[in-house]
């Protein structure tokens, strides 16, 4: 497929896909459930079923990957977790150093007028499908769909630096904030005194 379509299919170009299944293939190679499935079809498997946010059985069946419920939730795990232990510790770090904070503030200066600032959070709703019954009051969202609240900090660049995705769709962005490890590093920051905690803000 061409570009345009490859990237409306799987939302990242074919250079990034690429470059994502080269750095994690081996870390695939390790699991031991699926083997009979290539790699690089369960990565576009995968890649598939978060752009199109449909159902396992849905994504099995295009033409293009053919594979019965079963192996798309085997597959969904495994690359999954390798997804997760590979970007997050590398890629998605609230670790700002010296310079970074410098020029977060300055931006977010310029652009509002307000000292201190060094990234942007917000609360986005994931769509899942009801659950079991005795949970669904915890899921059913203010919007009316059930979902996960995921907590998301961007900085200035528009870099991801922190995602939680813990907590079901009827909590609120305060609460998620407020029981998150976001906010205990923050508070523990060193070397900033109270005075300059009350400075930072998200």
Not at 124 to 134: D, G, L, M, R, S
Request: glycine letters at 4%; charged letters at 20%.
């Amino acid at each position: 497929m061409n570009s345009t379509t490859f990237i409306q299919n799987f939302r990242l170009s074919k250079e990034a896909f690429m470059d994502l299944f080269s750095s994690t293939d081996e870390l695939l190679q390790q699991c031991t459930r699926a083997k009979h499935i290539p790699n690089i079809l369960k990565y576009a498997t995968v890649l598939r079923f978060c752009a199109r946010g449909s159902y396992q059985l849905s994504i099995g069946n295009e033409n293009a990957f053919v594979l019965a419920q079963p192996n798309v939730s085997v597959v969904l795990t495994e690359v999954l977790n390798v997804l997760e232990n590979f970007i997050c510790e590398r890629w998605i770090k609230f670790n700002y150093e010296e310079a970074e904070l410098h020029q977060s503030k300055l931006h977010f200066y310029n652009v509002s007028r307000i000292p201190g600032i060094i990234g942007c959070v917000d609360g986005t709703h994931i769509k899942i499908v009801a659950p079991k019954k005795e949970l669904q009051n915890l899921y059913y969202n203010r919007k009316g769909f059930y979902s996960i609240n995921a907590m998301i900090v961007c900085d200035h660049s528009m870099t991801i630096r922190y995602i939680n995705a813990k907590y079901p769709g009827a909590t609120h962005d305060s609460c998620v904030l407020n029981m998150s490890a976001l906010k205990s590093h923050l508070e523990q920051q060193e070397p900033f005194t109270t005075h300059q905690k009350k400075q930072y803000k998200l």
